[in-house]
């Protein structure tokens, strides 16, 4: 497998655009840089592009520490689409990000509760924060996908 | 904005005011190098700065993991007798000190000049 594949092409989910990466922190600034560039081309404005390029790094950031325990040699996949949302049928953004780590119950994949200040474990927290919509599930297979929308604002 | 996210950029230099002390980062700071950042308050803890002053104009991008970081460097202060002043950060960056209500934990100014005046 190629360490990354950033191509248009069509995968298993067709996803309009598609990385595939190793869990390598190394990595993360590509991933970065992609999300912030395709978040802007589907017309997010630069804060927000910001924003969702954080709920990803956060995403992937728990995949790496959490899913793979730090490996770095396991893969990633995130999967960018432009979509019509919800019954408006308004302008998103979908990202699928999928792993092929332990298979975990979604329902325990909660935030922490923000008023005691201690550091870490504010990813989900993060993520719920700025995406409308935010799916765990079980991946076919192994491993979890997580599903993130956000609408053009 | 960098392409750049090499670790040992994350560090741009630490200047002594008297008692204070003024840590300049830059760069992304995430799970890669918030390590290197780690690293460096530990070196500052050791010369018990009355203010440490952290200057983060040149952060283009921090996550949880620098968070996290600075969550740490203000509970030692706290702990110590210490005041951690942030300064310049950028909107992409304030952001996620507002996501995670922690904008009001810290101590933030536009310029050095203000944290130092106050």
């Known amino acids: 497998m190629s360490k990354i594949d950033v191509r248009k092409s069509e995968s298993l989910r067709n996803s309009q655009i598609e990385l595939r990466i190793l869990a390598n922190p190394n990595y993360l600034c590509v991933v970065r840089t992609a999300v912030r560039q395709t978040a802007g081309i589907f017309g997010f404005q630069e804060d927000k592009a910001e924003s969702i390029t954080l709920a990803v790094v956060e995403a992937l950031t728990n995949i790496i520490r959490h899913s793979y325990s730090g490996s770095c040699d396991k893969p990633i996949i995130v999967g960018l689409n432009k979509i019509c949302y919800g019954e408006e049928n308004r302008s998103a953004i979908e990202i699928v990000i999928r792993d092929f780590g332990k298979q975990i119950d979604a329902e325990t994949i909660k935030s922490r509760d923000l008023d005691e200040l201690r550091s870490g474990g504010v990813g989900v927290h993060i993520i719920h924060s700025v995406m409308d919509e935010v799916e765990f599930s079980h991946a076919n297979g192994c491993g979890m996908q997580l599903r993130l929308v956000k609408i053009v604002v | ?118």
């Open chain 2, 1 to 118: 904005m960098s392409n750049s996210s090499n670790s040992q950029n994350v560090i741009r230099g630490v200047r002594h005011q008297g008692q204070t002390v003024v840590l300049e980062l830059g760069g992304e700071i995430d799970m890669k190098s918030f390590v290197i950042l780690k690293a460096k308050f530990k070196e500052l803890y050791r010369e018990k700065p009355a203010i440490l002053i952290v200057d983060m104009t040149s952060v283009e991008f921090m996550d949880s993991s620098g968070l996290a970081t600075l969550v740490g460097a203000l509970k030692w202060c706290r702990l110590n007798g210490s005041e951690l002043k942030l300064v310049g950060l950028a909107q992409r960056v304030r952001s996620i000190f507002e996501i995670c209500r922690l904008d009001t934990a810290f101590q933030i100014y536009d310029s050095e000049a203000e944290a130092l005046s106050q």
